[in-house]
Each structure stands twice: as C-alpha cells, then as structure tokens.
C-alpha cells in the first residue's frame, strides 16, 4: 500500500510531535496559517499569545525552566519581526529555542507581497542559526536538525522559515535521521592536557576563586560544582545568569559580583590569585573596565563555546568543553590533593561582616523592594520559580533572594529586555502547572507586554505577579539622578496610571494593592490562596530607593558605591 502523501503543514506537526514537543506558543497569520489546521486535531498544546514578542519570551520561559527546547511559530512579515527581540534574548542568554515562521509563497519572494520580510536575512544574527524550507520533503530532517542545533554545544534559537506553498506541497513523511552536521561539531570533553595545566595552577593558588555562570546551569552541572567547591574548599561567585548554580547560604557562596553585585563577591574577584571561571563569557557587567579586572588573578577559561575564551580576557589555561566534563575532570586529577585556603576563607568572611548587604524599612515610611522580597520569600514555596523584568528590582531579586536550585531564576541577562517577565513565567507555569511560579516585574517592564495578562487568565495559567510601582522607570532615573544632576528626562511614569487592580481584573485576573508595610503579609496571604486564576499585586514603593552596592559603568571594581554618601566621594 502506497504511503499516504502529506502537507507540508502536517509534516511540520508529525515532525513536532515526533521531537516530542508537547506545547508551543504563538500567534497565527496568513502565511502560517496551513500549520495550524492540523495543529487543531494535534495532543500538542498551543498558547496563544497577544504579541509575538510574548509568545517567544514564553517559549523562552519554557525552556529556561525546564531545560529544554521551547518552540514558537509565527506568521510571515511582522509576525516574525517581532520575534526578533526574544530570539536575540534567546540568543544572549544561550536558550534552546526553535522558531517555526510562515513566509509568502515562493514565487512571491523578493516582490514586497504582502507581509514579506526577508527573514533568514534579519535573524541571521539573532540566531545560532536558520534554514529557509525549499521542498515539504525536508521538514521532518530540518526540524530534527534545528532541535539538535538548539540543544547541545552552547545552546541557542534556531529558526525555520517555511513559505505558505511548501506548507501546501504535498510529500512522504521521511524518518528524519541525526547525520553529521558539516561544520557543526561541539567539543563536550575536555581536552586531559588542559585539565592538567589547570589542576597544575589550582594547586600553586592561595586565593581560588570559582567563577561560574550560566553554562553550569545549561550542563545540569551543579551537584559536580557542588562537589569540587566542598571537596577543595575553594569559594563561588554566580554571575547573573548562575543564580542557583550553587546554594545560597552555603558558607562558600558569595553570591553575584560586578556592577550591582555585593561588595564580598566583587572585591573577592579583585583580591584573588586564581579565577576558575567556568561557563561565564566575562560580561561588561561583571568585569567593568576589563583593564582593572582581577589584575592580580591568573585564569583557567573553560566553556563550551571556543569565541568566548580570550575574548575579553586572556585565559593562562583554556579549555574547551562542556562544564560538567570540565569539572568531573578537575576532581578527578585533584584527586586527593588538599589546598590550604583557610587564610582566604577567613578573609572573606571578614569583608562578608564588615560589608554585608543593608536596606532599611521605616515603619511608616514607604516600602522597600528588598524588604518586600524578603518577606514574599517567607511565605514562597521552596522550589518557586523567581521570573523577573530588567532593572532595579532585576538586582534587588538577584542580590536579596535566595536561590537553591537551578532553573528557579528566570530573567533576561544579556539583552536586558523589558517585558520579558510576565510571558517568561506563563512559559514557566506551562511547563509546570503544579509549581509556583512568581513574575516579580517593574512597572515600566510590566507595561511592555501586560496584554499576555490576557493570555494567562484565557489559558488558565494561574501565576503570581508582583509589580514594584515606582512610577518611573528606576533603573534609567537612578542613573539620571548620579551622573544627570537629577534631570528626570522621559523617565517618569506614575504610581496611579494605570490602575493596575482594574487593570487586572478587566484582564480576568484578580487585582490587589499594597502601599505600608502593615499590609505587606496579609496582601501576600491573599495572593498565595488564590491558585484558579492569575493574581497580580500593585506594590507601591519608594521612587527614590536606589540599588546599591554599584560600580559606574566603565570603571574599576575597586571602586564600589556603598551607599548614597558614597555618591558624594565620585
């Protein structure tokens, strides 16, 4: 019996379903439109967005939580340009994401036809990489492909763009069969050679410092991080994109050095002899002037992308490879070796007690993002997942909160995006509906992509959403009162417009407000009950609050702003 032949659309759907894709988000459109006829009778559950943009931080939300692939589809034109900035977040913070975007007819390329845009053209950069389908009979191989190109080596988003005759044309389901990919071939272990090299300076070092980030987080390498830090007591700094990497409240973490990091992980930096940096790119906001950083510290680099390794500092040892087989080859040729780091230790600890993060919450005065951090964090599930915007509260969450586990902190790193809060944790609460999952946002952030409020009450995504309303967006005013003289150019918005209680509640979500701290546990009560439908609080703080400790762009992280009578000194 002669196989059935199939669209390209139902080629595009068996092919989901055959990677085992089990939820996808997106928006429909004309060019994309074939796709979701068979998406209808398919187990895979689609969320539908109200922007595009949304509906890949979802897929990104996705993904971050659970490490895996997320997948998005959009329409042709506008519906993939305004996917360009998730796939370039995607991109940034190295999110296993596939992109699925419709495209005019074939014939039809190159003439402006209605919602054309040259899209291989404008994600070439905002991608790890991405195919342009020619014939229905590759779909089920390129799909297979661009999961493959997404999840291993350094992970990232890949898209495909299939023109609405493909999506027509019919073909054989051919099983798609992983080959060797030309030009494509990750190292994932460690050359032996450079783990000596690096074992060889680690046993010289007096002043260990593990330097990690992200790429422990994608390598599902923490318990060997774990281990390698207790087992040779050498001290932990998470990047930004590592929170979680390594528990919170173990004697050895630090927690997050560089421009708003705390004063112990970021001098602990500058006073070692040894940075083991593993899975970190040395981002401008960790390093500042890359002239005045760490400049006592040799560095062992290891990470699984090769471009990054001497691309901001060189590294005495490089290594490429993915961390979980760097770090298992460090215990392994350590072996038994005892470092004296007693002396290191205790120094830490003493700039930990002198210079220990510090807020104050005046009874009756206004609230303080940290103090209401604290406080949700009393009262939060142990394994919440912690999704945020950019921004002040960005930092306070990172610096204030603590983390555990990986895959619990969600937030936008590199781009910086605003708005990537709310649709990320709708991803999150996809993934897992059993879960609690807080998106703690700016209002500035919140105003970018509120509509996917509308998304989660319609899809039944019940999440928790804080918004710190300060009226402005605090971040940009923060810098405009240091280094502007306090002229708040076009960043003030305001604590009363809109009414986010009604706003919530038009959005089919429930609203409620907190302004004092008397009400801070009993309006937390309240949203914590509350799990058939999103909630969202309007938390009123203080607008002048300022995030400290803070090294000024493009300076030395010896110099680092305490407080506001440290302002005075610069």
């Known amino acids: 019996m002669e196989e059935k ?77 305004n996917l360009i900035t998730s796939l370039n977040n995607a991109l940034m913070d190295s999110t296993p994401l596939l992109a699925i975007t419709g495209q005019v007819a074939t014939e039809a390329i190159g003439n402006d036809a209605f919602q054309e ?79 000596q090299q690096a074992v060889n300076l680690i046993k010289d070092s007096k002043k260990p410092l593990l330097y990690v980030g992200g790429g422990i987080i994608h390598s599902k390498a923490n318990i060997e991080l774990f281990d390698l830090a207790q087992k040779f007591n050498i001290p932990v700094v998470t990047t930004l994109m590592g929170r979680g990497a390594f528990p919170d409240g173990h004697e050895l973490c630090l927690g997050m050095p560089g421009m708003h990091g705390n004063y112990t992980a970021t001098t602990s930096i500058q006073n070692s002899d040894l940075l083991i940096a593993i899975g970190v790119r040395f981002d401008d906001r960790v390093t500042a002037n890359p002239k005045f950083f760490a400049q006592n510290a040799k560095v062992i680099h290891a990470d699984i992308d090769p471009a990054e390794i001497g691309k901001v500092r060189d590294a005495e040892v490089p290594i490429v490879g993915d961390a979980k087989s760097v770090i298992k080859g460090l215990i392994d040729k350590l072996g038994d070796t005892k470092l ?27 609230l303080k993002v940290p103090y209401v951090l604290e406080e949700l964090q009393k009262m939060s599930e142990d394994d919440s997942i912690v999704v945020s915007g950019v921004g002040q509260h960005q930092m306070w969450i990172s610096l204030h909160w603590k983390f555990t586990k990986p895959n619990t902190w969600l937030n936008s790193g590199g781009l910086g995006t605003m708005g990537y809060s709310l649709p990320a944790a709708i991803g999150a609460k996809a993934a897992y509906p059993d879960r609690q999952v807080l998106s703690l946002d700016g209002d500035g952030c919140f105003q970018m992509t509120c509509q996917e409020l509308i998304t989660a009450s319609t899809e039944n995504i019940p999440l928790k959403i804080v918004v710190f309303n300060n009226g402005n967006h605090g971040m940009v005013r923060q810098w405009q009162k240091i280094f502007y003289k306090n002229r708040f150019s076009a960043s003030e918005l305001t604590h009363h417009t809109p009414d986010y209680v009604k706003l919530a509640e038009a959005m089919g979500a429930v609203g409620l407000r907190m302004e004092q701290k008397s009400e801070v546990k009993d309006v937390f009560e309240k949203m914590l009950e509350i799990n058939d439908k999103p909630v969202l609080v309007d938390c009123v703080v203080d607008p002048d609050d300022m995030v400290f400790p803070m090294v000024p762009a493009g300076g030395s992280n010896d110099v680092i702003i305490l407080n506001e009578e440290d302002l005075k000194k610069i």
């Open 5 to 81: 032949l199939l669209s390209g659309a139902e080629l595009v759907i068996r092919g989901l379903e055959h990677l085992k894709v089990s939820t996808i988000f997106g928006v429909p459109g004309g060019a994309i439109l074939p796709a979701y006829d068979p998406l209808y009778d398919s187990p895979i559950r689609h969320i539908l967005a109200r922007h595009e943009q949304g509906s890949g931080h979802m897929a990104e939300g996705y993904a971050q939580a659970t490490g895996e692939l997320g997948v998005v589809i959009a329409t042709s034109g506008p519906g993939a340009t």
């Open 117 to 195: 845009a040259y899209t291989v053209g404008l994600t070439m950069a905002a991608t790890k990489h991405n195919y342009l389908i020619t014939d229905a009979s590759e779909i089920p191989q390129v799909l297979l492909e661009a999961k493959h190109i997404a999840t291993t080596g350094r992970p990232g988003p890949v898209l495909v763009d299939i023109p609405k005759d493909i999506l027509n044309q019919k073909a054989k389901w051919i099983e798609p069969k992983l080959v060797d990919l030309p030009g494509y071939k990750p190292t994932l272990d460690a050359n032996p050679k450079m783990i």
């Open 340 to 366: 004296e780091t007693s002396n290191w230790i205790q120094e830490i600890n003493e700039m930990r007690e002198s210079y220990p993060l510090t807020f104050t919450q005046d009874e009756d005065g206004p």
